[in-house]
């Protein structure tokens, strides 16, 4: 079982919705991050978080450290948002990744 | 936000040569830097982790006579791939981390390297 584990692993969605990402982890951690990777290969770090929330225009990421558990939320979908979202924990440990496709 | 550049963004080479690829960070000095591998359609696994002027730490399964890491600034962390082979062929990324412990990483845009 991987340390970390994230659902879906592929998701499309119409331009304009609201979509969730989610992400289990079974070690202990200090903060999680969640990245996107673009079809290229590069990779953005989109937020680094050890409680609550956090915005940033149209994302948000919650964590729950009790439960292990952290979701990545993008309201109003955009076909730009299409890419590969990692959440990762420690040094990192990746998620498998999710492939999102939005269309317009 | 902070900046970190990778080059050679793209090598192609052959066979049993060594391949060196640069991580810099442009606007600030990181402490660590991590070097990563990406297969195709896989996640991203950490190969080491070096520190300035220190050996890396290498992760289980990383052979470190070949893949030889170099910190030798607080701005400049270099990976070379000695005695290439087909099966190196990968996507390699490296972050840097500006706090040891710290875990904000800013990630370079990786280097895709083709053995053949």
């Known amino acids: ?104 | 936000g902070a900046v970190v550049s990778q080059h050679p963004s793209w090598v192609i080479c052959k066979s049993g040569t060594s391949v060196k690829i640069e991580c810099r960070s442009l606007d600030f000095q990181a402490t660590t830097m991590f070097w990563y591998r990406q297969f195709p359609k896989q996640s991203l696994m950490l190969m080491a982790t070096s520190n300035e002027g220190s050996k890396a730490t290498y992760e289980q399964g990383v052979e470190k006579d070949k893949f030889l890491i170099n910190h030798a600034s607080l701005t400049l962390s270099t990976l070379t791939v000695t005695s290439a082979h087909p099966e190196d062929s990968s996507f390699y990324i490296c972050s840097a981390g500006q706090v040891v412990g710290r875990e904000t990483q800013y990630f370079g845009p990786g280097t895709r390297l083709l053995v053949l």
């Open chain 1, 1 to 104: 079982k991987n340390e970390v584990e994230q659902s879906p692993q592929n998701l499309t969605a119409q331009e304009g919705e609201f979509i969730t990402i989610n992400c289990s982890y079974s070690v202990g951690i200090s903060a999680l991050h969640w990245l996107q990777q673009h079809p290229g290969g590069g990779i953005v770090s989109l937020f680094m978080l050890s409680s609550g929330k956090k915005k940033h225009g149209r994302l948000i990421a919650t964590i729950n450290i009790q439960e292990k558990h952290s979701s990545l939320h993008i309201t109003a979908s955009h076909p730009r948002d299409s890419a590969v979202y990692i959440c990762a924990v420690r040094k990192l440990i990746f998620g498998t990744g999710t492939r999102l496709q939005v269309f317009p």
